[in-house]
């Protein structure tokens, strides 16, 4: 499997290219602003991007999806709460292939209601549910810190140890991480009753 990690936009977007090989079928994971230069790569790779995924509908993390689908004729997969216009409509526990990649939909609201995980060759693209040292903040219209805690430690610390952190932003000390690294090291993930992790979410 091929992964290409971009740091785009003036936010510190994480825009992922995935596919089995050059030349082959692959997948965008949140195209963001300042998207050409991942669409030239793209054509330096001779991809042929079949879908454009997003994980959740903040403006960042969804700016580039016309200009990819443009070039490329990608269709967009999100969340089924989600209101982007997507061709795709997934629900918890949907699978998708493509190129012989296989990826799991995982639903992670919180962050927002639409925020999902997408799970595929030992990676786990986590989009703003989970940064590398830290999570996404739910202080946004939509934002449930009592969702993200079922979200966090009902699903994202279920998931298998090895599994290579991929964040949204790049906001950590370093741009990937492990399942494994962050239920040892991130603060956000220590044992926490859902009322304490409600109340320290909301905390200045």
């Known amino acids: 499997m091929m992964l290409h990690q ?25 195209p963001s602003y300042e998207i050409s230069g991942v669409l030239e790569e793209i054509d330096r790779m001779h991809l042929k991007i079949r879908y454009i995924l997003n994980t959740h509908s903040h403006p960042d993390h969804v700016a580039g999806n016309d200009d990819v689908r443009a070039r490329t004729g990608a269709k ?60 996404g903040r739910t202080d946004l219209p939509g934002g449930s810190p009592a969702d993200l805690y079922d979200s966090l430690f009902g699903t994202v610390l279920k998931l298998d140890d090895g599994l290579v952190v991929l964040p949204g932003h790049d906001y950590g000390s370093t741009p990937t991480s492990t399942i494994g690294y962050e239920r040892m090291s991130n603060y956000v993930l220590q044992p926490r009753t859902k009322d304490e992790f409600v109340r320290f979410m909301r905390s200045p």
Do not use: M
Request: glycine fraction near 16%.
């Open 6 to 30: 971009y740091q785009v936009g003036p936010l510190q977007n994480f825009t992922y290219v995935v596919a089995q090989a050059e030349g082959g079928e692959g997948v965008v994971i949140d």
């Open 76 to 135: 967009v997969g999100a969340h089924r709460s989600a209101d982007l216009g997507q061709d795709l409509s997934f629900k918890d526990r949907d699978t998708l292939s493509v190129g012989g990649v296989d990826i799991q939909v995982l639903s992670t609201p919180g962050h927002t209601p639409d925020s999902v995980l997408y799970v595929f060759g030992g990676h786990v693209a986590t989009g703003d549910t989970l940064f590398v040292g830290e999570c």
